[in-house]
Each structure stands twice: as structure tokens, then as C-alpha cells.
């Protein structure tokens, strides 16, 4: 099992956050085939073999996401993808 683990900083307003974060999780979703839920200012994302969440902080996003054993030959790509759409979504 592998893990994935991003601090990514942020200006924005508790509102518009919680958007990105959505819009975030609705694109890793068409992407890789994730559901999502939140819980409080948590998002939880998962499918077969990917478990993971991103807690909303003030000026920062946690994104933490656990690779089943197919998952883990594609953790670069998988990361390389969240960083990307975290920067776009976040700047």
C-alpha cells in the first residue's frame, strides 16, 4: 500500500474553497472513476482501491489518498494529476 500526501496552500475564502474542492474532486472523479461525500469540511474520495480525503484548513488543503496494491505502480501519475488540478482549481 502506498500513500499520497499534499499541504496545499490557499487565499481563499471558506466558500469559494469548498467549491474548488468540489470542482477538485468532480474532475479526479471523471478521471478515475471516484465518489466523493463530505463530511463536515472534509471531502472524502474512493473506488476499488483508492481511499482517501482532503480536510479543508484555513489557508490550506490536506490531501491524503491510500493506494490499493494496482494503485501503486501509478502513484506519480495519480499525484502528478492532483497537483496539477489543485494548482489550477487553487492556484
Keep these: 500500500m502506498s500513500t499520497i500526501e499534499i499541504r ?3 487565499s481563499l475564502p471558506p466558500a469559494q474553497a469548498r467549491q474548488a474542492v468540489e470542482d477538485f474532486a468532480v474532475k479526479l472523479g471523471q478521471r478515475f472513476g471516484l465518489e466523493h461525500r463530505w463530511e463536515g469540511d472534509v471531502l472524502h474520495f474512493k473506488r476499488t482501491g483508492v481511499d482517501g480525503h482532503i480536510a479543508l484548513q484555513p489557508g490550506q488543503l490536506l490531501v ?3 493506494l490499493g496494491l494496482l ?3 501509478m ?4 499525484e ?3 497537483r496539477r488540478v489543485l494548482a ?3 492556484g
Design 64 to 66: 491524503t489518498a491510500k
Design 8 to 10: 496545499h496552500p490557499h
Design 71 to 73: 494503485f501503486t505502480a
Design 75 to 78: 502513484k506519480g501519475p495519480i
Design 88 to 90: 489550477e482549481r487553487l
Design 80 to 82: 502528478q494529476e492532483m
